[in-house]
């Protein structure tokens, strides 16, 4: 399956993705170092904060408390579709994912 994650620079990395990883983990194992993962996955840093695009969002499950707490401390504005990439589990119905990646993640 496919995902594509937008830089702040508007450079669009399309990448190759198997179901069951997370987005954290497919974007860090293809060299995005935007995505920081500061924590390794653990939800509890916020490095790794992505804006999902709206056609997306309602195909995730909702949000956790752990995750919604990450996300109030996020160093970039928090959108309606902000969510943590580690926490962003891929699935057949995600193909064709796009996620924006925030400037900053400190």
């Given at each position: 399956?496919?995902?594509t994650l937008e830089t702040?620079?508007?450079i669009a990395h399309s990448?190759?993705?198997d179901?069951?990883?997370t987005l954290m983990a497919a974007a860090t194992a293809n060299g995005i170092s935007e995505i920081v993962a500061e924590c390794g996955g653990t939800a509890t840093c916020g490095t790794c904060h992505?804006?999902?695009d709206p056609t997306f969002a309602n195909l995730l499950p909702e949000l956790d408390e752990r995750e919604d707490d990450v996300l109030d401390g996020v160093?970039?504005?928090r959108r309606p579709?902000?969510?943590l990439a580690c926490q962003v589990v891929l699935a057949a119905e995600l193909d064709?994912?796009?996620v924006e990646i925030p400037e900053e993640q400190w």
């Open positions: 399956m496919k995902v702040s620079d508007s990448i190759e993705v179901p069951g990883q992505v804006w999902v160093i970039a504005e579709t902000s969510r064709g994912l796009v």
